[in-house]
């Protein structure tokens, strides 16, 4: 079992910044895939950027330039560099671990984008 704890999550005015973090309660190993992932109301939940044990980053088209996904295999945690943030990314933003075919998904936190 891994625990992941997400913060960072609140309300911004279109154009500012968050940044989320995700702590794990296990230590990030350099196979462990890490993402973010978020849902808003009505929709499915969609990736929005991962990153490899090596570094690889992906990122969905919507938020490619804008988001910087990080991670800190020291301090367990990866992180999301939110900027220039729009209504569309009010969400419920969620962290997820992937290691050999285990994944596993925090509580979530809110983002909400409104001015």
């Known amino acids: 079992q891994v625990q992941l704890v997400e913060s960072g999550g609140g309300l911004v005015q279109p154009g500012g910044s968050l940044r989320l973090s995700c702590a794990a309660s296990?230590?990030?190993?350099?196979?462990?895939?890490m993402g973010w992932f978020r849902q808003a109301p009505g929709n499915q939940r969609e990736l929005v950027a991962t990153?490899?044990?090596?570094?690889?980053?992906n990122y969905a088209d919507s938020v490619k330039g804008r988001f910087t996904i990080s991670r800190d295999n020291a301090k367990n945690t990866v992180n999301l560099q939110m900027n220039s943030l729009k209504a569309e990314d009010t969400a419920v933003y969620y962290c997820?671990?992937?290691?050999?075919?285990?994944?596993?998904w925090g509580q979530g936190t809110q983002v909400t984008v409104s001015s």
């Open positions: 296990r230590s990030i190993l350099s196979s462990t895939q």
């Open positions: 990153i490899t044990g090596g570094g690889r980053t």
């Open positions: 997820r671990w992937a290691e050999l075919g285990y994944v596993f």
